[in-house]
């Protein structure tokens, strides 16, 4: 009977080591794992996509990579037929536009001149006869006119607006004196190069201020709006600059009026402004103020100014929900609100206003589909004849014609490839132009993520994402799970919802014998208001809640997956969130490999954290920082950043790295001298270190000696 037992015991052992084995990894394994790569898998998909180049005679071309090559396509509007063409040669000849430089100038709507940055001072050329004018002469180091060159974005293009009739611009002077320095030192054979510049922190009393001016090219005058200095902030993204231009600025079609938007340094506050372009005298309109955080859309700034019937259409999340009012000017009053329902418009995409027509892209209006799914609508400004323009179940990326006569729609899902149509402006569906073949790809046994739904942690929200299964998946084995994490708050892990035959190295990652999984928890935008708000406050929540819950589920749907061998990485704000699971779910995570993290707000530029955490106040910043939580970690840490990086510079990772030693803990570090945020031409090299890592620690086998993952161009032009 005892010795029953034994056989009993040991045969469940066999058993269970017999499910959770792996195969020896090899070379092999990692070849097949860099074949999932999107360089590798994007080359044998064809037809994906139309990307079309309007012309001027009511045609449009575009370009589909085929097995072989390349073909060139053209479409008649008039005549509704399409046509291959001879090679890249037959294409239609388009106007040679000027010459000039798109990296430092900035060309006015007529085409005639540029203006630069010329020593802290604004300069414009004329490009037929290449004269040049000064426009500025007060601007001096730190303290110059269009000036987008401090925090991390560090850029030699003149930030203006030009007005419509090029005879005006609307830009500022930006004072940047008063906000701290930063400091990188480049690694260099002999005497190191001290790299500095201005990059403002919380802790800073007063951040960038902008001085707003309109230029006045033909009169050649500076007039200043008579407001206070604004602080260096928009209501889209972390910058004034989302799209490039000055955002957040809307001129009149005469030029003589300029609607702007300031928003305060904490950006809960939103004033509407217009300026009077001749005497810079400024009136204020319409205000909003909000507990959290103004935004005005999600992918473009949806606020327009409608100044011959003195109406402005506005965007607020009053409601809980992403909406358009509209407002009369010359009361203030709300004559109504335009969208409404649990449903979130992202972009305006054209406002007709001579018909009073909205067309909009939004999110979650179409039941029983992912709520992230974009869709195209139209609507009148009365808020009426809502129609919904593109049917079917998926994301939808619009293209609309220069004379908003037609639309390209390429819809798809992650699991489906796309279809590409042409659509009338009123939804009716032109012609089927093309369905992307990804036969190919299927041939050589790749396969897509599966969509995944889970709820939150604190069971309020439905929450999706994407799970990745190694392609020879055996369901009776136990596999390690890997998060992949990018915690936002300003948008998710998952990224676009449309198909991809490569999504950044899950698929491989998950070749290699694991599961991974990206979750876009509670905190990100696309959603409610509330759902974007759970964390306001507290960056450090990092999703986390949501992701350990979620996991837990999947686990319980999927036996496959082996929660007792959990792995977790990201890059930037997924390398915060990295360290903090180690720290704060010591117990749950074994593995983590944390890439160039804001570990400590207090770290980074002012811009993110003050628009997701407030202001600094008392320790609200410092009790989130990961290098006071660095005691409690148990598993394996490997933290890594570049030594140059301007985004989010090193120290922050410094400082996690001295708490660890201090704290007396074992954990791995990787430097790369003279990289930048993204890496560079290093980021193979750290890609391959996250697999030998994770196969080392979750797996528990030794990885390839030095594997090198090649990029390979497709070779179709």
Not at 123 to 146: C, H, P, S
Not at 320 to 330: E, K
Request: aromatic share 12%.
């Amino acid at each position: 009977m005892r010795i029953s037992f034994i056989l009993l015991i040991l045969s469940l052992c066999f058993l269970s080591l017999d499910v959770s084995a792996q195969d020896q990894i090899t070379v092999d394994d990692y070849k097949k794992a860099e074949q999932q790569l999107s360089w590798n898998t994007s080359k044998l998909v064809d037809r994906m996509n139309v990307r079309p180049t309007w012309t001027e005679d009511g045609k449009f071309w575009y370009q589909n990579l085929i097995p072989n090559g390349t073909e060139y396509v053209l479409y008649d509007l008039k005549t509704k037929s399409k046509k291959i063409l001879d090679g890249k040669s037959a294409l239609p000849k388009e106007p040679k536009g000027p010459a000039y430089d798109r990296r430092k100038e900035a060309i006015s709507p007529d085409g005639k001149k540029v203006v630069y940055i010329n020593n802290w001072n604004l300069y414009v050329r004329d490009l037929d006869t290449g004269a040049e004018t000064q426009l500025t002469k007060d601007g001096i180091e730190n303290f110059g006119y269009a000036t987008d060159n401090a925090g991390w974005r560090q850029s030699d293009a003149p930030i203006v607006l030009w007005s419509p009739d090029s005879k005006k611009i609307t830009t500022y002077q930006q004072d940047q004196r008063h906000v701290s320095d930063m400091y990188l030192v480049k690694t260099t054979v002999g005497a190191p190069e001290l790299q500095a510049w201005k990059y403002p922190l919380p802790q800073d009393e007063k951040v960038i201020q902008i001085h707003r001016v309109i230029i006045d090219l033909e009169n050649d005058k500076v007039i200043r709006l008579k407001v206070d200095p604004d602080p260096r902030r928009g209501t889209l993204c972390d910058d004034i600059s989302c799209s490039g231009n000055f955002d957040d600025n809307q001129w009149s079609d005469d030029g003589k009026q300029l609607a702007f938007v300031s928003s305060s340094r904490d950006h809960k506050i939103a004033q509407f402004r217009i300026a009077d372009a001749e005497t810079g005298d400024v009136k204020d309109y319409h205000r909003e103020e909000v507990a959290t955080q103004y935004e005005s859309g999600q992918g473009t700034i949806n606020w327009t100014c409608l100044f011959d019937t003195k109406e402005l259409i506005w965007y607020s999340e009053k409601d809980n929900w992403g909406h358009l009012y509209l407002y009369d000017l010359a009361t203030g009053k709300l004559k109504n609100q335009i969208t409404k329902g649990e449903y979130v418009v992202t972009e305006v995409k054209h406002f007709d206003k001579k018909a009073r027509l909205i067309y909009f892209e939004a999110n979650g209006k179409e039941p029983g589909r992912d709520p992230y799914f974009t869709h195209f609508y139209k609507i009148d400004f009365s808020g009426k004849n809502l129609v919904l323009l593109t049917p079917e179940d998926g994301n939808h990326q619009i293209n609309i014609s220069p004379n908003f006569d037609y639309f390209i729609d390429n819809y798809s899902q992650p699991n489906v490839a796309p279809v590409s149509v042409l659509r009338k402006m009123d939804g009716t569906l032109v012609e089927t132009l093309e369905k992307a073949d990804i036969s190919r790809l299927l041939a050589t046994g790749w396969k897509a993520p599966t969509q995944i739904k889970v709820k939150s942690e604190d069971g309020k929200w439905d929450l999706y994402g994407l799970m990745f299964t190694p392609t020879h998946l055996d369901k009776n084995k136990k596999y390690p799970i890997i998060n992949y994490i990018y915690p936002g708050p300003q948008g998710g892990g998952v990224g676009s919802r449309s198909f991809s035959p490569g999504r950044s190295d899950n698929q491989a990652l998950a070749e290699l014998g694991f599961v991974v999984v990206a979750i876009d928890g509670s905190c990100n935008p696309g959603r409610s208001k509330a759902f974007h708000d759970a964390c306001y406050g507290d960056m450090s929540t990092n999703t986390l809640p949501d992701q350990v819950y979620g996991m837990k589920q999947l686990a319980e749907k999927y036996p496959f997956i082996d929660l007792d061998r959990v792995g977790i990485w990201g890059h930037s704000g997924g390398g915060f969130a990295t360290a903090t699971a180690m720290f704060d779910y010591p117990d749950f995570f074994d593995v983590g490999v944390s890439e160039s993290g804001n570990h400590d707000n207090r770290n980074y530029e002012d811009d993110w954290g003050e628009r997701y955490v407030g202001l600094e106040k008392g320790d609200n910043y410092e009790k989130q920082a990961n290098q006071l939580k660095a005691g409690n970690l148990k598993g394996k840490l490997l933290l890594a950043h570049g030594g140059m990086d301007d985004n989010v510079p090193p120290y922050n990772t410094n400082l996690v790295v001295d708490a660890l030693i201090k704290a007396n803990k074992d954990f791995d570090l990787l430097m790369f001298p003279n990289a930048r945020h993204g890496y560079g031409s290093d980021s193979m090299y750290m890609m391959r270190k996250r697999w030998d890592y994770f196969v080392k620690n979750l797996l528990n086998q030794e990885p390839p000696k030095e594997f090198k993952i090649m990029f390979e161009r497709d070779s179709r032009p």
